[in-house]
């Protein structure tokens, strides 16, 4: 992690997780569920607009005492050891406005699988059951979180060194600063404002065209 401002300490790769440790998480938070014929997800990030199974139904949601943030190094998709990009997560404070989706089925957990597979990836992110708020009332959800404990996590990242990363870093499935206008434009797409998220793109932009 950062020790002194524009300089980064990167901890990469990260050791990635069998399918043994990914089905035990996915069983685990299935058998927590509290509702026995669903489970729902709250999306944040890119699950928003790329579902990666069938979902019954989708509600708009807030998530109180998490915030969307750049909180996750990336070293493949969107970035490179060398030089790491960041990734959407979420971290503790704020509110995070999103969308709940509804999985069900008889074949739960492998309606789930694919959702597992990439999200518990690695060790970042931790599913936990949080209440979110909804037009239809509350509903308890599956949130993958940050892991503050994960080498991954990117916590206290001033905003200069953030948009310089971004600004610098490419990966397996494009540059990190087509995931961030990626990000903004999907949020814009269901009417979610992010104005931190919108701000960042236009520092990282203004970077590239400085040449800097």
Known sequence: MPTTPGTV??????PVLDE?????SLRATVAARPKRDCVWLFGYGSLMWEELTEVAERRRARLDGWHRAL???SAL???RPERPGLCLGLDRGGSA???ALRVEGP???ALLAPVWHREMWTDIYRPEWVEVATDGGPLEAVAFVADTASGQFAGGLDDDEIARIIAAAEGERGSCRDYLAQAVDGLRALGIAEPELEAMLSRVDALATSGR
């Open 107 to 109: 074949g739960l957990e």
């Open 97 to 99: 406005e999103g969308v």
């Open 20 to 24: 043994a440790a990914r089905l035990n």
């Open 9 to 14: 300490s990167f901890a990469g790769p990260f």
């Open 77 to 79: 998709a969107r970035g």
């Open 71 to 73: 909180c996750v190094w």
